[in-house]
């Protein structure tokens, strides 16, 4: 009989990372909440995982409680980075850096970005049309989808065009960090990475200072220059890291998963095309329905919270793509239907770490799914898809398409 621990065990072989829904579907089976190890639980309920997500009492692996079972960790620099940033930062030191990125990251910077998106979409497919113009496979991963997004946070945030190329493998590297389990080679290549991404914007910033631009770089170089210090220079670093390892990598996923379900389902890649499925349900059903992240977690902020009777400190992998496959808060869990309406997928996570990058991210697969599949209405897959051999990061490292 499944339990707790041995449906993580399954989700960390390869052949569970390659297809973790049939075993979000046994852990359903279960109950909401699983209990894995000694010291862990396992949240596959959408209502679990929703309050879970914005429980204050509950908060993410900053440095003081990441030192309590796992010392040692920021002699990798890959590891401090992230736990510099915004990511792994609990009140008050969050909601701090969080305000002051926020406050230049804005709702109106990110909507004022539509018209350069929709031209750089118009632009990669035009240079898709010449690459697969003689019918050969074209990889949708490596020609679009990772290019679109990098050259969208990039004209953002000010890294000149001549960089971009440099930061797919780079954030690739970077984020093994993320993932439960990572060999000892993953964890030197992801140092690797952090370092080079570190002095990039080390050079990047000390040139903002001198020459200040109408970006983003420049506007936090200013904040981090205030008088009143609120965000230092390692914070600046790693929140830029951040802003553009986040502002695509996930993104390029979305868009891969998003053109795979589109090429499996003819009838929702017809509908983009003639106006019948809105994109940006489309978009929302791929969010829920194969997410670009898979899972976070969550730790008890204060030593003597007890957690459904388990010790005190115990933690919590939230499995967000299970809690959007819920059959107690979706009807056909399994099924994608993108006419869904009340659709609500837990993929940008929620409460104080809601993803920052939310909207911008719609707003890329929300016009480009369906300018791509009505440019090229006869875009069929050319060969297997291969999937990247991540769990928490689910996407696609290749997918082959031809174009007529």
């Known amino acids: 009989m499944d339990d707790g621990t041995e449906l993580i065990t399954a989700l960390l072989t390869p052949q ?84 002051l990125i926020a406050a230049v990251f804005t709702a109106r910077r990110v909507a004022a970005l539509e018209p350069a998106a929709r031209a750089a979409v118009h632009g990669l497919l035009d240079e898709l049309a010449q690459r697969g113009a003689d019918g050969s496979p074209v990889d949708f991963m490596d020609a679009f989808a990772f290019r679109l997004p990098v050259g969208v946070i990039c004209e953002l945030l000010g890294v000149p065009e001549r960089d971009r190329h440099r930061f797919r493998g780079l954030a690739a590297d970077l984020t093994a960090v993320l993932e439960i389990m ?98 940006a349900r489309y978009t929302d059903e791929v969010l829920r329905f194969d997410s670009p992240v898979q899972l976070t977690s969550r730790l008890p902020l204060s030593l003597g919270l007890r957690v459904a009777g388990l010790p005190a400190g115990s933690g919590i992998l939230l499995l967000n793509a299970a809690a959007n496959r819920d059959p107690a808060r979706y009807d056909r869990p399994d099924a994608f239907d993108p006419t869904r309406r009340d659709s609500q997928p837990l993929s940008f996570s929620g409460g104080p770490h809601f993803c920052l990058g939310a909207q911008l991210a719609r707003l890329e697969a929300n016009t480009a799914l369906p300018a791509l599949l009505t440019r090229f209405p006869a875009l069929r897959q050319a060969a297997e898809p291969v999937r990247r051999a991540r769990l928490v990061l689910r996407g696609y490292q290749s997918l082959a398409v031809a174009l007529r």
């Open 16 to 99: 569970g990372a390659a297809d973790p829904y049939p075993i979000y579907a046994r852990a359903h089976r279960l109950g909401p909440v699983l209990p894995i190890w000694d010291d862990m639980l396992l949240a596959v309920g959408y209502q679990a995982v929703h309050q879970l997500q914005r429980d204050p009492a509950f908060g993410v692996a900053d440095a003081r409680l990441r030192a309590g079972f796992e010392p040692g960790f920021a002699e990798h620099t890959s590891k401090r980075l992230i736990n510099d940033s915004i990511l792994e930062r609990n009140a008050p030191d969050h909601a701090r850096a969080r305000s």
């Open 182 to 279: 990572l060999t000892e080679q993953e964890l030197s290549a992801a140092d690797t990475a952090a370092d080079e991404l570190s002095a990039y914007f080390t050079e990047l910033t000390a040139e903002r200072r001198a020459r200040p631009r109408e970006d983003l770089v420049s506007a936090l170089v200013q904040v981090a220059d205030g008088a009143d210090g609120r965000l230092g220079d390692h914070e600046l670093l790693a929140n830029l890291v951040l802003l553009l390892v986040a502002g695509f990598e996930t993104t390029a996923n979305l868009l891969g998963n998003g053109l795979a379900l589109a090429l499996r389902h003819p009838w929702a890649a017809d509908g983009l095309r003639d106006g019948t499925v809105d994109p």
